[in-house]
Nanobody
Framework: QVQLVESGGGLVQAGVSLRLGCTAS????????MGWFRQAPGKEREFVAA????????YQSDSVKDRFTISRNNARNTVYLQMNSLKPEDTAVYFC?????????????????????WGQGTQVTVSS
């Protein structure tokens, strides 16, 4: 089992930055690709960004590509999501997830089914 705990959410104004963190425990962190997903009220959970086990490959959705950056620190068992220039449409609950699958290519990283472990989520609210 892998336990994931997100942190860093909050209520902010449009245009500011926020950094989310997700700390893992229970298994060897570097054996898992990590992803961030988000779910707005009444909408499906959607892919935001993912990072390979070593951090060598990164994938991002088109809606956040120029504003959000995913990174990881395997020594600290933590994955981050740096969110810049936040917009009201970024308002959602943000979830981190861990995948044991040895993914190749973005289609694999985007798929929710590849992620076996999920955090409880952290709320990000962006006011206009």
């Amino acid at each position: 089992q892998v336990q994931l705990v997100e942190s860093g959410g909050g209520l902010v104004q449009a245009g500011v930055s926020l950094r989310l963190g997700c700390t893992a425990s229970g298994r060897t962190f570097s054996n898992y690709a990590m992803g961030w997903f988000r779910q707005a009220p009444g909408k499906e959970r959607e892919f935001v960004a993912a990072i390979a086990r070593s951090g060598g490959s990164i994938y991002q959705s088109d809606s956040v590509k120029d504003r959000f950056t995913i990174s990881r620190n395997n020594a600290r068992n933590t994955v981050y999501l740096q969110m810049n220039s936040l917009k009201p449409e970024d308002t959602a609950v943000y979830f981190c997830a861990a995948s044991p699958v040895n993914c190749v290519g973005q289609e694999c990283y985007v798929a929710r089914s590849q992620y076996h472990y999920w955090g409880q989520g952290t709320q990000v609210t962006v006011s206009s």
